[in-house]
């Protein structure tokens, strides 16, 4: 089992399961916590399991909620604010060694 960590405040973060080519991963959210703006080389999947979020995606904005997913590209910038509390479920293409 994968310990649970908290990359920003309000934020924890779980590996679920991870090989070289794929990564899934747990991020539950307080409300009002942010996923703050960056970009990485990999592509990622992101999943609504609970919750509702603000997502930034290049010059995009979306609010999405239970059931809703995003493909975030390679190299784009992107952040989410977390309207109410939930989980998210990210896959990561390929493997985000630097979670590990």
Same mark, same amino acid.
């Given at each position: 089992m994968f310990p649970i960590v908290s990359p920003d405040p309000g %934020?924890?973060?779980? %590996?679920? !399961?991870?090989d070289p080519a794929l990564m899934l991963v747990a991020f539950r959210f307080d409300e009002g916590a942010e996923g703050r703006l960056h970009s990485h080389p990999h592509v990622q999947s992101t999943f609504v399991q609970s919750g509702r979020f603000l997502f930034f995606?290049? #010059? !995009?904005?979306?609010?999405? &909620?239970?059931? #809703? +997913?995003?493909?975030?590209? +390679? &190299? %784009?910038t992107h952040g989410c604010r977390c309207l109410e509390p939930g989980t998210l479920i990210d896959s990561f293409a390929p493997r985000r060694d630097d979670f590990l």
């Open positions: %934020v924890t973060r779980q %590996v679920l !399961a991870d995606l290049g #010059d !995009a904005t979306h609010e999405i &909620g239970p059931g #809703d +997913s995003l493909m975030i590209p +390679s &190299g %784009v």
